[in-house]
């Protein structure tokens, strides 16, 4: 499959996976009370935190390995990590039950082991080059869970329904992704003996890419797990639903605007050229980003009760406060790509340490002074800045970056 075709068939998946989910959303807030979603969205959300380092981020590396048997090998790897991690989730879910009384955390393990291993399978999937598959495991994971969740709901399964239906999706996902089978079949990986030595050859994974990766998720751990503990689950679900709604434009744009952006900044030899292409996406993103912050701004209250009915007005007003913030992270999120292509990672890394700080502390400020709705004011303020100083600092790198080329 060519690249372009295998680009627009992922767009494809992703749009439909997105869709469905955005389409069936008003009906899943109606069948779900805030309580309930903010006790799915807080297991839900550990459960991906520990998802994104299920394998230790050794399965990335699955794309480096030319011969059949390495990526065999590195596979195998992949499932004794992935079974560790699974295990570790067994006891965390148990301490998490009998510590809090939440016994929705009996399917923490469960989560974990569905997300990873669609995670993992994934790049297997993408490293034979079945982009069909993928974007037919898209589509299942997202689309699938929030059918799903609507059937469940309709059997007044409360939380559970929620979790069950999310998790559902991802284990149906990983089969899709599952062929082809490894070198020696799926039961030979548990008997391959060389994969201490794909540990070290790739040892960089774990030890560099992890930390980020977790530290990362871990925001959107810490921010529910502060507002369960502050305001209660129904505050912490208004939020989630507020984020899940507010952040889908930026996740199907972005994705589309990077895929795009970054062969061409790979491609530029110019300085002046490489720093105008940016401009320009900079300005179109912000563009589309400031009508829709005034339209949250003037109308995100009615919208919201309009859409998901009166108990989620709470989610409504916190959509007004968040305005601010969901239009710089939509015109950030594709130029994410941006410090890859002109090798400023290091400082990227910096940043984005510094942008979890300012976050976390903008909430739990806005907190104390205003609970939720307060909550979102102090995110949109403090991020105002940091994302103007990512705008400001990326642009003035272009030059130096090129000059060393």
């Given at each position: 499959m060519s690249l372009t075709r295998a680009t627009f068939t992922l767009l494809a998946g992703s749009a439909l996976a997105q869709t469905l989910p955005l389409l069936l959303g008003p009906w899943i807030?109606?069948?779900?009370?805030?309580?309930?979603?903010?006790?799915?969205?807080?297991?839900?959300?550990?459960?991906?935190?520990?998802?994104?380092?299920?394998?230790?981020?050794?399965?990335?590396?699955?794309?480096?390995?030319?011969?059949?048997?390495?990526?065999a090998t590195l596979l195998s790897?992949?499932?004794?990590?992935?079974?560790?991690?699974?295990?570790?989730?067994?006891?965390?879910?148990?301490?998490?039950m009998?510590?809090?009384?939440?016994?929705?955390?009996?399917?923490?393990?469960?989560?974990?082991?569905?997300?990873?291993?669609?995670?993992?399978?994934?790049?297997?999937?993408?490293?034979?080059?079945?982009?069909?598959?993928?974007?037919?495991a898209r589509f299942v994971q997202w689309g699938g869970a929030a059918v799903a969740q609507v059937g469940l709901g309709l059997m007044q399964a409360g939380p559970w329904g929620l979790l069950a239906g999310a998790t559902l999706g991802a284990a149906a996902a990983a089969l899709i992704q599952a062929r082809p089978a490894p070198t020696g079949g799926w039961r030979g990986l548990?008997?391959?003996?060389?994969?201490?030595?794909?540990?070290?050859?790739?040892?960089?994974?774990?030890?560099?890419?992890?930390?980020?990766?977790?530290?990362?998720?871990?925001?959107?751990?810490?921010?529910?797990?502060?507002?369960?503990?502050?305001?209660?689950?129904?505050?912490?679900?208004?939020w989630a639903l507020a984020l899940r709604y507010l952040k889908a434009p930026a996740s199907l744009v972005g994705g589309a605007v990077s895929q795009v952006l970054y062969p061409q900044l790979t491609r530029s030899t110019c300085a002046g050229q490489s720093r105008t292409l940016v401009q320009r996406h900079l300005m179109l993103l912000a563009a589309l980003a400031l009508p829709l912050m005034a339209v949250l701004l003037a109308g995100g209250p009615w919208l919201f009760g309009l859409a998901f009915g009166p108990e989620w007005a709470a989610a409504g007003e916190l959509a007004r406060s968040l305005a601010p913030y969901v239009a710089f992270h939509f015109i950030a999120s594709p130029l994410s790509v941006v410090p890859l292509a002109w090798g400023c990672q290091a400082w990227a890394l910096k940043l984005a340490a510094v942008g979890q700080f300012v976050f976390l502390?903008?909430?739990?400020?806005?907190?104390?002074?205003?609970?939720?709705?307060?909550?979102?004011?102090?995110?949109?303020?403090?991020?105002?800045?940091?994302?103007?100083?990512?705008?400001?600092?990326?642009l003035q790198r272009a030059p130096v970056i090129e000059e060393k080329r």
């Open positions: 807030a109606r069948l779900y009370t805030p309580d309930e979603y903010g006790q799915f969205s807080l297991v839900w959300t550990v459960a991906s935190n520990l998802a994104v380092v299920g394998c230790a981020r050794y399965e990335f590396a699955l794309a480096l390995e030319t011969e059949e048997s390495g990526a790897l992949c499932l004794r990590v992935w079974l560790a991690v699974v295990a570790a989730a067994v006891l965390m879910g148990a301490v998490w009998l510590w809090a009384n939440l016994a929705l955390a009996a399917w923490l393990p469960l989560a974990v082991a569905a997300a990873s291993a669609s995670q993992a399978l994934g790049q297997w999937a993408a490293r034979a080059g079945r982009f069909g598959a993928l974007a037919w548990l008997g391959e003996h060389a994969w201490r030595e794909s540990a070290r050859q790739h040892k960089d994974f774990p030890l560099l890419n992890t930390p980020h990766a977790f530290a990362g998720a871990l925001q959107d751990t810490l921010t529910l797990a502060l507002l369960t503990a502050w305001l209660g689950g129904a505050e912490a679900g208004a502390a903008g909430l739990g400020v806005g907190l104390a002074l205003g609970g939720l709705v307060g909550a979102g004011w102090g995110v949109s303020a403090v991020t105002s800045c940091y994302f103007g100083y990512f705008f400001w600092g990326l």
